[in-house]
């Protein structure tokens, strides 16, 4: 096989598509300016599979810190839905004290009307205790 061909057939076995970049081509028994071509074409192919070999690395370091943001958020998440949680008891607490309170306050025999009506209480006090006070 010629040295162009061999070169010729180096280059067509890449492009079309066979992946298979450690294709080489041996310039020691070449002359000059066909090993000239010959060295071209073995530092682009060299090139090429390294820079494929770091976009795969990327990649795959992408994945890594993409899965460990995902793990993060998840328990900020947790943690999120805990806290809400937790307020949200604190707040049932602080409203349930007060109605009781209100409650207590509202029913006490020196708030009391004997001769009100249901309709003479104050709506902001029924809202508070939810119940009418006799």
Not at 19 to 36: H, W
Not at 65 to 85: F, P
């Amino acid at each position: 096989m010629s040295a162009i061909q061999e070169i010729s057939t180096a280059i067509h076995t890449i492009a079309e598509g066979e992946e298979d970049l450690s294709q080489r081509v041996d310039v020691a028994k070449f002359s000059n300016e066909i090993a000239f071509l010959g060295n071209g074409f073995n530092r682009f192919a060299y090139k090429v599979s390294q820079m494929i070999k770091r976009v795969a690395d990327d990649a795959n370091n992408i994945t890594k810190e993409a899965q460990h943001i995902a793990k993060a958020n998840r328990g900020i998440d947790l943690h999120m839905n805990n806290q809400s949680s937790s307020l949200r008891s604190v707040g049932y607490s602080m409203i349930d004290r007060k109605r009781r309170y209100l409650g207590r306050y509202f029913a006490h025999p020196m708030m009391q009307n004997r001769r009100a009506k249901r309709d003479d209480y104050k709506p902001s006090a029924v809202r508070v205790t939810q119940r009418y006070v006799p």
